[in-house]
């Protein structure tokens, strides 16, 4: 396994500061944010797809630096009844430069409907009252019709992995919905695992790449701190905004920032990876509130350098 990152998370500075950072802190691939809820700190999608010199130059910028481009990112909400089509847009130019850069992994969202009428989707997380299990089924319904369009037009582009991040507010957000998905519409469908998202929704990471053998096709490096004191009172659903760190039930923090034994988990968090047959990059996400992005993402990079090695990954 090798140590990637999603650029984003140094999307304080330029594209090459940013990829001279990942390459001084022993990173061998990147991913590219093209929009969605990206801000695109890194890339003109528009610009990349129009022109191939653009293209030839993210190139060189990338390999220059002996880095690697290995996925492309467009999480976003394609399924929204407002901003669905900008996002969606988005996702069909990332499997158009994929092809471009010869690039198969493609990381998104499932997306989420809204019920017919509204003008903002509702997440289901009860069976009570009835009404939400009848809009589950029909956000069910409208996410399979378009996902089975998706995949054909990413088998016409070659990418053979769309990496779906199981995701707070998305029709997609735990294993069971992720295995529901790729059970209907095959294989191309696999999983962008991030543990972040799972720890604070209550799910065990390891049972949960247990489960999913065979059905990674990507890995997010992000890690989640919870605070017990504050979970024992607020509960995991949480709304504080992310900046206020001191009164949170919980935050996300920088790789190795989460459980108490910090690389400890990480190694075995790669070793449950490799069991489960996945040995592609471990993309560093940083939306640690509380340090610097490059404090953040170096700190990251170490405690997966060190996991990497105690469970013999190393590249």
Same mark, same amino acid.
């Given at each position: 396994?090798?140590?990637?990152?999603?650029?984003?998370?140094?999307? +304080?500075?330029?594209?090459?500061? $940013? @990829?001279?950072? *990942?390459?001084?802190?022993?990173?061998? &691939? %990147?991913?590219?944010?093209? /929009?969605?809820?990206?801000?695109?700190?890194?890339?003109?999608?528009?610009?990349?797809?129009?022109?191939?010199?653009?293209?030839?130059?993210?190139?060189?910028?990338?390999?220059?630096?002996?880095?690697?481009?290995?996925?492309?990112?467009?999480?976003?909400?394609?399924?929204?009844?407002?901003?669905?089509?900008?996002? +969606?847009?988005?996702?069909?130019? $990332? @499997?158009?430069? *994929?092809?471009?850069?010869?690039?198969? &992994? %493609?990381?998104?969202?499932? /997306?989420?409907?809204?019920?017919?009428?509204?003008?903002?989707?509702?997440?289901?997380?009860?069976?009570?009252?009835?009404?939400?299990?009848?809009?589950?089924?029909?956000?069910?319904?409208?996410?399979?019709?378009?996902?089975?369009?998706?995949?054909?037009?990413?088998?016409?582009?070659?990418?053979?992995?769309?990496?779906?991040?199981?995701?707070?507010?998305? @029709?997609?957000?735990?294993?069971?919905?992720?295995?529901?998905?790729?059970?209907?519409?095959?294989?191309?469908?696999?999983?962008?695992?991030?543990?972040?998202?799972?720890?604070?929704?209550?799910?065990?990471?390891?049972?949960?790449?247990?489960?999913?053998?065979?059905?990674?096709?990507?890995?997010?490096?992000?890690?989640?701190?919870?605070?017990?004191?504050?979970?024992?009172?607020?509960?995991?659903?949480?709304?504080?905004?992310?900046?206020?760190?001191?009164?949170?039930?919980?935050?996300?923090?920088?790789?190795?920032?989460?459980?108490?034994?910090?690389?400890?988990?990480?190694?075995?968090?790669?070793?449950?990876?490799?069991?489960?047959?996945?040995?592609?990059?471990?993309?560093?996400?940083?939306?640690?509130?509380?340090?610097?992005?490059?404090?953040?993402?170096?700190?990251?990079?170490?405690?997966?350098?060190?996991?990497?090695?105690?469970?013999?990954?190393?590249?």
């Amino acid at each position: 396994m090798e140590i990637g990152l999603l650029t984003d998370s140094l999307g +304080d500075r330029p594209l090459e500061a $940013a @990829l001279d950072f *990942a390459a001084d802190n022993g990173i061998s &691939t %990147v991913e590219i944010g093209l /929009g969605g809820w990206s801000p695109k700190p890194h890339a003109n999608p528009g610009a990349l797809l129009a022109d191939p010199a653009a293209r030839d130059g993210l190139r060189r910028a990338i390999a220059d630096r002996g880095l690697r481009l290995e996925a492309l990112n467009a999480s976003g909400n394609q399924l929204h009844p407002v901003e669905g089509p900008a996002d +969606d847009a988005a996702v069909r130019g $990332a @499997l158009e430069l *994929a092809n471009a850069y010869e690039v198969d &992994t %493609v990381v998104l969202m499932s /997306g989420l409907p809204a019920k017919p009428g509204d003008a903002f989707p509702a997440w289901i997380t009860t069976v009570w009252p009835k009404e939400n299990l009848e809009l589950l089924e029909h956000q069910w319904d409208v996410a399979l019709e378009y996902w089975q369009g998706l995949v054909e037009e990413a088998q016409r582009h070659g990418v053979t992995k769309l990496a779906v991040e199981m995701h707070a507010n998305q @029709l997609v957000s735990s294993v069971p919905g992720l295995l529901r998905l790729r059970e209907a519409i095959g294989p191309t469908v696999g999983a962008n695992f991030d543990p972040s998202h799972l720890w604070w929704m209550g799910a065990d990471p390891i049972a949960a790449i247990d489960t999913l053998d065979g059905a990674i096709h990507h890995v997010h490096a992000k890690d989640t701190a919870l605070s017990a004191e504050r979970v024992r009172v607020r509960g995991r659903l949480e709304t504080l905004p992310n900046e206020r760190v001191d009164e949170r039930a919980w935050n996300y923090v920088a790789v190795g920032l989460g459980e108490p034994d910090g690389v400890g988990f990480w190694t075995r968090f790669v070793e449950a990876l490799a069991a489960a047959g996945y040995d592609g990059p471990l993309s560093i996400e940083n939306e640690d509130y509380a340090l610097s992005a490059s404090d953040s993402v170096a700190l990251a990079a170490r405690t997966l350098d060190e996991a990497l090695r105690r469970a013999g990954r190393a590249a």
